[in-house]
Each structure stands twice: as structure tokens, then as C-alpha cells.
């Protein structure tokens, strides 16, 4: 019992200085595979039962949700150019600075999410939900209401004019999670900038662009 616990910590201890301290390709190529192991098979499935969520981090891919200055907005501006959109649901400017993330954010931002209740969903939370789009949609629920004892909701975007037709009545059992922290802002772009070729033209590049 013995060897073979000693041959086990001598080839974990080959392995592990090639992973971390092979300079060469070989370790180079291995590095990668393992992480890329860990994280697939071991990060992100622990991700998605701690979360209670598929996604638990969200790469944000539009500039639906943004706010001008993103992360140094102007609140009080941003406030008097869509005030209009929000007196006609009856939300007010003091109630939407108490909602969750009331800066928006912006394409590339990282955010992370929690699978959530049903009946836990609040006005101003800013959901996920699967669409008929390639990608879910990461939009701010401004209705709720109840039918044959399921929830359906109603969402908009920060930065949208009005609400898309597929937005006016989400199913319960659509909603993917819910967003609690922008965590990396901007890092996403990291993988996002591999796709920008394959967007319409009107899509591309930052929000301060478009």
C-alpha cells in the first residue's frame, strides 16, 4: 500500500511540474488541455450546482442594458432621457436607483447569476431567459403576473426604446437566473471579439460606437 502511494505522488509530481514548470511546448500543450479540463469538468458543473443555474456567469452581448459612461454614468442624465418609457409603467426615479444594477452594463461585462424562485422575482431584477434569438436575453423585468398559477413576465432593456414582441410574456419556466454582479466588466471581449466578424454591421464594436 505503501509503493503504491509513493508511485502515485511520484507521477503526480512529474505531471504537475509539466503542467507549471515545463517551458517547453510539450508543457505548454499540456497546461492548456488541463485547464481546459478543469474548468469544463470540474469548474463549471461545481458552478452550476452551487448557482443553481446552466449559467452561472453570463458574457453580456449587446448594448441593450447600457448606460452612457457605463461604469461612471451620469444617473441623473441617464435618467432624463428615458423617463418617459418608465412614467408610462409607473416606475420612478427613486425606485429605479434601488433596483439591482441600476447603472446597466455594457457589452463585454461578465455578470454572474443565481437560478431563482418563481415567486421571487421582483420588479427592477434583471433576468436571463431563453429566446428564440441564438443567445438568451439579459433584460429588466418591469411586469409580473400570475396565470393558472405560473408566473409570466415582462421585460426592457435599459437602453431600448421600447420592449421586443418575445419579451411581453416570459414563461416562468423560460427564465434562466438571475443577474446579481457585474463581476469583470469589459473582460468578456476576450472571447466576444472572435465573433464580432460574423455580427451585422450595425452590431458591431462597443456601445460607445453604436
Known amino acids: 500500500m505503501k509503493k503504491e502511494g509513493k508511485k502515485f505522488k511520484h507521477y503526480w509530481k512529474r505531471f504537475w511540474d509539466i503542467v507549471w514548470r515545463d517551458n517547453s511546448f510539450k ?10 479540463i478543469v474548468i469544463k469538468f470540474i469548474f463549471f458543473p461545481l458552478m ?10 453570463v458574457i453580456v452581448e449587446s448594448c ?32 429605479f436607483e434601488n433596483f439591482k444594477l441600476h447603472r446597466g452594463f455594457t457589452k463585454g461585462d461578465i455578470l454572474f447569476v ?5 415567486e421571487k422575482i421582483k420588479i427592477g431584477d434583471i433576468i436571463i431567459f431563453e429566446s428564440t434569438y441564438s443567445s438568451p436575453i439579459i433584460h429588466r423585468v418591469i411586469k409580473i ?5 405560473k408566473f409570466y413576465y415582462e421585460t ?11 419579451e411581453k410574456n416570459i414563461p416562468e419556466d423560460h427564465v434562466i437566473g438571475k443577474a446579481r454582479a457585474r463581476i469583470a466588466p469589459y473582460l468578456g471581449w476576450i472571447k466576444l471579439i472572435f465573433f464580432e466578424p460574423l455580427r451585422p454591421v450595425s452590431e458591431r464594436g462597443s456601445c460607445t460606437e453604436n
Open 48 to 57: 452550476n450546482l452551487i448557482t443553481g443555474t446552466a449559467l452561472p456567469l
Open 145 to 149: 403576473k400570475q396565470s393558472d398559477g
Open 64 to 95: 441593450s442594458m447600457y448606460h452612457d459612461g457605463n461604469l461612471f454614468s451620469d444617473s441623473d442624465n441617464w435618467w432624463d432621457n428615458h423617463d418617459s418609457k418608465y412614467s408610462q409603467i409607473e416606475i420612478t426615479k427613486q425606485a
Open 27 to 36: 508543457g505548454w500543450i499540456i497546461s492548456i488541455v488541463f485547464l481546459f
Open 114 to 118: 443565481t437560478g431563482v424562485k418563481p
Open 156 to 166: 426592457l432593456g435599459d437602453n431600448n426604446n421600447g420592449q421586443l414582441a418575445l
